[in-house]
Antibody, heavy 121, light 106 residues
Framework: EVQLVDSGGGLVQPGGSLRLSCAAS????????MNWVRQGPGKGLEWVSY????????HYADSVKGRFTISRDNAKNSLYLQMNSLRAEDTAVYYC??????????????WGQGTLVTVSS | EIVMTQSPATLSVSPGERATLSCRAG??????LAWYQQKPGQAPRLLIY???TRATGIPARFSGSGSGTEFTLTISSLQSEDFAVYYC????????FGQGTKLEIK
């Protein structure tokens, strides 16, 4: 069974940093592209970042470019999101999401349970 | 950005009945349309992709149809566990999600 477990969220002050993690199991992690998707309180879903299976291709949403860094460790079956210079508008539940094997970058076939990031003073 | 519009915002249906949810794209997305189900406090779950292909493990009572700009998700006989928020998403040109349809018990 595919399982994605998100962790690392919490309360952080504006301008602070946080590192999210996603532990994958039940599939060959190293062969799948992965994403981070967030959902603000009472809001819709917003894609944040994409990383290909071997980390050769990385994309960011304009809203986080220059502040967030996605990475992965295939030996540890783990995905990460380093978030710096956090703003109030980054407050959201963050989900790691696996790309569907059809090759479409923005088609997400499995999701973690989410981890809440709250940016507030 | 392609605007995705879902209707209705809220749909009240009795268990055992059929539910029909609609999604309209601001421009053609071919068949590159997905449907997700989200329950309170849970992550979204992929139900349908390619407009009509059920994802792994999704019951046959869920079906999708449409192409271009008009799409429909049909749940043939509602079960208690189906009451949730449903989102459509196009992935033909970058991505965009609809605002969601809340399916509630009548």
């Amino acid at each position: 069974e595919v399982q994605l477990v998100d962790s690392g969220g919490g309360l952080v002050q504006p301008g602070g940093s946080l590192r999210l993690s996603c532990a994958a199991s039940g599939f060959t992690f190293s062969t799948y592209s992965m994403n981070w998707v967030r959902q603000g309180p009472g809001k819709g879903l917003e894609w944040v970042s994409y990383i290909s299976s071997r980390s050769s291709t990385i994309h960011y949403a304009d809203s986080v470019k220059g502040r967030f860094t996605i990475s992965r460790d295939n030996a540890k079956n783990s995905l990460y999101l380093q978030m710096n210079s956090l703003r109030a508008e980054d407050t959201a539940v963050y989900y790691c999401a696996r790309c569907h094997n059809s090759g479409w970058t923005y088609l997400f076939d499995s999701w973690g349970q989410g981890t809440l990031v709250t940016v507030s003073s | 950005e392609i605007v995705m519009t879902q209707s209705p915002a809220t749909l009240s249906v009795s268990p055992g009945e059929r539910a029909t949810l609609s999604c309209r794209a601001g421009q053609s997305v071919s068949s590159n349309l997905a449907w997700y189900q989200q329950k309170p406090g849970q992550a979204p779950r992929l139900l349908i992709y390619g407009a009509s292909t059920r994802a792994t493990g999704i019951p046959a009572r869920f079906s999708g149809s449409g192409s271009g700009t008009e799409f429909t998700l049909t749940i043939s006989s509602l079960q208690s566990e189906d009451f949730a928020v449903y989102y459509c998403q196009q992935y033909n040109n970058l991505y965009s999600f609809g605002q969601g349809t809340k399916l509630e018990i009548k």
